[in-house]
């Protein structure tokens, strides 16, 4: 089955910043990356994802690459501000199967 | 995005008795429902794979007989955690499918004491 591997595990940056998260997966069928952030109790929220035709997505300060050759996508957050701190998951998906995640990142934007 | 709705969010319940939780999808009509369970400061772990009219899929590892999944209908699926140890206190989410997205519930924790 797929594998997804998340790094780094814990990842402070100061108020301003940008944030890098990376994820490599090992199964070439997966066609399907989404990102979700979950704060200390709640529910995983998406907040944006990628599908295997195209190479990068944006929204606002958020945005996804995709490398399928290398098989690896990361997250980056730009101007970082409090409120995004949080763990964030990466996962990978082939067609109708199931979700496979990351270990998480617990992001920390220190005012 | 989509809401899926879980019920209860917190439940306490005694060793040996059994808790239902219930997950709804309120705007969209989910085939393929998911069961989630989460410790503290780690990932979500995958129980099973809920299809409306069919038996679920269980992961490796999670018993069946414990953890009955009914999937009655296209916007609801409930887990059973029967005869409940302590070991099963945990945070129990489940997710519901789109086309492509995939939506969470805002989970249920469940202490046995």
């Known amino acids: 089955g797929e594998n997804v591997e998340q790094h780094p595990s814990t990842l402070s940056v100061q108020e301003g910043d940008s944030a890098v998260i990376k994820c490599t997966y090992s199964d070439s069928a997966s066609n399907y990356f989404p990102w979700y952030k979950q704060e200390l109790g709640k529910r995983p929220q998406l907040i944006i994802d990628?599908?295997?035709?195209?190479g990068e997505k944006k929204d606002q300060r958020i945005a996804v690459t995709l490398n399928k050759t290398a098989k690896h996508f990361s997250l980056h957050i730009t101007e970082t501000q409090p409120e995004d701190s949080a763990v964030y998951f990466c996962a990978a998906r082939e067609g109708a199967n199931n979700l496979f995640f990351g270990t998480g990142t617990r992001l920390t934007v220190i005012p | 995005g989509a809401v899926v709705s879980q019920h209860p969010s917190r439940v306490i319940c005694k060793s040996g008795t059994s808790v239902k939780i219930e997950c709804r999808s309120l705007?969209?009509?989910?085939?393929?429902m998911f069961w989630y369970r989460q410790f503290p400061k780690k990932s979500l772990m995958l129980m099973a794979t809920?299809?409306?009219?069919?038996?679920?899929?269980?992961e490796q590892g999670v018993e069946k007989d414990k953890f009955l999944i009914n999937h009655a209908s296209l916007t609801l699926s409930t887990l059973t955690v029967t005869s409940a140890h302590p070991e099963d206190s945990s945070f129990y989410i489940c997710?519901?499918?789109?086309?492509?997205?995939?939506?969470f519930g805002p989970g249920t924790r469940l202490t046995v004491t």
């Open positions: 990628i599908r295997s035709n195209v």
């Open positions: 809920s299809n409306e009219g069919s038996k679920a899929t269980y």
């Open positions: 997710s519901a499918r789109g086309i492509y997205e995939q939506y």
């Open positions: 705007d969209f009509q989910a085939t393929t």
